[in-house]
């Protein structure tokens, strides 16, 4: 979206330096992609300094610069001035919603936030909606400006912003960027404990997003939720799985294995049939809860029944894959946290197999209480599994706990230790899950065994 200077001068406080701006500046970040009459934005990051290609922007045809360091400038080029590129870009974001006629729906939550986002894009698609999303997990804050950005004038697309948080609070720039009409929580778990240092800190934050949003959509089973949602300038819609339901004078979605009830607020129930085409409960809570978002964002329940036999996990999310002699890969190592990890085991433990081996990586900023949930992990994956594989940082909590189940473990070093032991020890029938924190890269044993997945 090309967005008026005059506005953007005003809204960032910029001052402007050399010659004249346009008229309208078209903002991208990436000099290696920039289009001739584009403005060059100069982000800063740990690894880059956008201020150093400011010089090789204009040299590919870009006719004004906005930097927060005027002497990166060529004599006589145009830039803006503004006091931080970042919080410039977030500004020219909420520039370009202002200008949008769809409604705009963020998610996040410590778990399933790219899933339950994939759902919506899919419900939505499915039942003939025009929509767009922020692409893969590009979550934060240049990533939601990007998506903005990018966004057409006048747009009449729904807009799906995922919206993730990894410091206390870093959810508000996003939420004041988008302005959600639809802010959907998924749940608030043990997510990144360790630098935010506590739940009470981690549910703040990804309170901002239903708190900041015109309806939010939240999670029957997340506690949480139940506690904050009295606070709501309005109801929200609620959404669960089986045998949830909402509390008398509530809306909800709830999905079963093969029908979707939306209840309103009088009680009243419309029953669909459906046909999911994915495992896993905790896939069909993500499901209820996009349902939900699709909703709200007008499409017609009958339409979104229909659309559900469409919809597909994303790459890396309880991914299988049929490998030579029988043998079943269940990859799902996308990330993992201690209540995804659970859900993932469960769903795993049901899985029909000569043998349910479980390779497990260990999970990833969780602080102090990271020993604990690996042991926790690993006495419910003695009772999923016959065969647990114990790897990362914390393979002795998880061993630990397998042992205690009187489960049988086997602790591996190294990726290259776990492909040795699957080779010499797979049989025909054999089911293998391989989960863990994307740090330790579990998809180097999937493609070892010959499995062809994104990670």
């Not at 190294?414 to 797979?426: F, K, P, Q, S, V």
Request: hydrophobic share 45%; charged share 25%.
């Amino acid at each position: 979206m090309r967005l008026p200077t005059a506005e953007a001068i005003t809204a960032l406080h910029a001052r402007v330096l050399g010659a004249a701006p346009p008229e309208a500046l078209l903002v991208q970040t990436d000099t290696r992609q920039i289009e001739r009459g584009a403005t060059f934005l100069a982000l800063r990051g740990k690894r880059f300094d956008g201020h150093a290609y400011v010089e090789e922007a204009f040299a590919r045809g870009a006719v004004c610069a906005i930097v927060d360091d005027g002497d990166a400038v060529p004599e006589g080029r145009s830039a803006l001035v503004v006091r931080d590129t970042l919080q410039a870009f977030l500004d020219l974001g909420s520039l370009a919603r202002a200008r949008v006629r769809g409604p705009v729906v963020a998610v996040t939550g410590s778990t399933g936030k790219t899933t339950t986002k994939q759902f919506l894009l899919g419900l939505l698609r499915g039942a003939g909606r025009a929509v767009a999303a922020t692409p893969e997990n590009e979550n934060n804050e240049v990533g939601v400006a990007k998506f903005l950005c990018g966004l057409d004038e006048g747009d009449e697309r729904v807009a799906i912003v995922e919206m993730g948080a990894r410091k206390y609070r870093d959810l508000d720039v996003l939420v004041a960027a988008a302005k959600p009409d639809v802010g959907l929580l998924t749940n608030v778990g043990e997510a990144h404990l360790e630098i935010m240092g506590t739940r009470e800190r981690i549910a703040e934050t990804k309170w901002a997003v239903p708190a900041g949003s015109r309806q939010a959509v939240l999670n029957l089973d997340d506690a949480a939720s139940r506690e904050r949602a009295p606070g709501l300038a309005s109801p929200p819609l609620w959404y669960g799985i089986d045998a949830e339901r909402p509390q008398h004078g509530e809306r909800a979605v709830v999905i079963e294995p093969d029908a979707v009830w939306v209840i309103d607020a009088a009680g009243a129930t419309e029953t669909h049939r459906i046909a999911i085409g994915f495992p896993g409960d905790h896939n069909r809570r993500n499901l209820a809860g996009a349902f939900a978002a699709a909703l709200l964002c007008g499409a017609k329940v009958e339409a979104l029944a229909e659309a559900v036999r469409g919809v597909v996990l994303p790459h890396g999310r309880y991914e299988i894959v049929e490998l030579a002699d029988d043998v079943r890969l269940v990859f799902d190592a996308y990330n993992a946290s201690l209540s995804g990890t659970l859900a993932t085991l469960a769903t795993f433990g049901r899985e029909e197999a000569e043998r349910r081996i479980a390779v497990l990586g260990s999970m990833a900023e969780l602080g102090s209480d990271a020993p604990a949930m690996h042991e926790k992990i690993g006495e419910i994956a003695a009772t999923r599994a016959h065969v647990v594989l114990a790897g990362g940082r914390f393979a002795a909590d998880t061993a630990r706990g397998v042992t205690a189940k009187g489960g049988t473990v086997v602790r591996y070093a190294t990726n290259g230790d776990a492909i040795a032991w699957l080779r010499a020890n797979l049989r025909r029938g054999d089911a293998v899950l391989l989960k863990g924190s994307r740090v330790y890269k579990m998809e180097e044993i999937a493609e070892a065994l010959g499995a062809e997945v994104f990670a």
